[in-house]
């Protein structure tokens, strides 16, 4: 399928293009199911497509020589991926998926490439988007090193609740474990702490957020100054 008016655009990037433009980008984008699972990168391979979620949650997986594997990264409707398109990068450099089921636009790597060098506006926003990415990558860092695992966790599902609909979210505790870079049995302690605190109910895969407010405030500096920024970079653009 391909790309609906752009009112009804779910992806904020291609939602915030001047009409004109959008209008001139549409019938390269390919409207595709992207189920739990689907590879959009991989470390070592050529990128072919570029990604606009519409809808569902991936992640930017960092892996080591010695097989240990942490997320590094989450996207959903609010940007692309992989980002290294915007530089002219050919190769991924990570591994890309996605871990909720959704549906995205697909561009390939040339077409992708002939509007970042032909179409102003297009450029300005993928570029701000690669800048607000970084932004959260610097920040996931930062937290995996000052915050303990429960803030860790309420930041991380205050993520995740930013980029689906609704309040519930089909997340196991292995994946957790594995995002979070934590053994599982300190995910399912932590669960049981900000469920304990009417933060959440956890059930068998799914997690529902009750009290956003308080998950946030529970948060602490763990979360806010990354979604602070996507706001000023995508603030006024044109």
Not at 29 to 56: E, M, N, Q, V
Not at 82 to 95: A, F, N, R
Request: aromatic share 8%; net charge negative.
């Amino acid at each position: 399928m391909t790309a609906p008016p752009q009112s009804s655009m779910q992806n904020k990037l291609l939602a915030l293009l001047p009409a004109t433009d959008y209008g001139q980008i549409a019938p390269d984008l390919d409207l595709i199911p992207l189920p739990k699972g689907t590879l959009l990168g991989r470390a070592g391979k050529p990128i072919k497509y570029a990604y606009f979620l519409a809808s569902g949650l991936g992640s930017i997986v960092v892996t080591t020589p010695e097989g240990h594997s942490a997320e590094a990264g989450i996207f959903g409707f609010d940007g692309y991926v992989p980002t290294s398109v915007v530089t002219g990068l050919e190769v991924s450099i990570h591994d890309v998926g996605m871990q909720l089921d959704g549906e995205g636009y697909r561009i390939s790597y040339d077409a992708f490439r002939g509007w970042m060098d032909s179409n102003r506006s297009f450029s300005k926003v993928m570029i701000r988007a690669a800048e607000a990415f970084a932004v959260q990558l610097a920040f996931t860092a930062l937290s995996n090193a000052v915050h303990d695992v429960n803030e860790r966790l309420a930041r991380w599902l205050l993520m995740c609740h930013d980029r689906v609909s609704g309040n519930e979210i089909a997340l196991t505790h292995d994946f957790i474990s594995l995002m979070l870079a934590v053994r599982r049995p300190s995910v399912t302690t932590s669960l049981h702490v900000l469920e304990g605190n009417g933060f959440i109910r956890s059930e068998r895969g799914s997690i529902m957020i009750r009290n956003r407010p308080a998950l946030e405030e529970f948060a602490r500096d763990a979360y806010g100054r990354p979604e602070e920024e996507y706001r000023r970079l995508m603030k006024d653009l044109f």
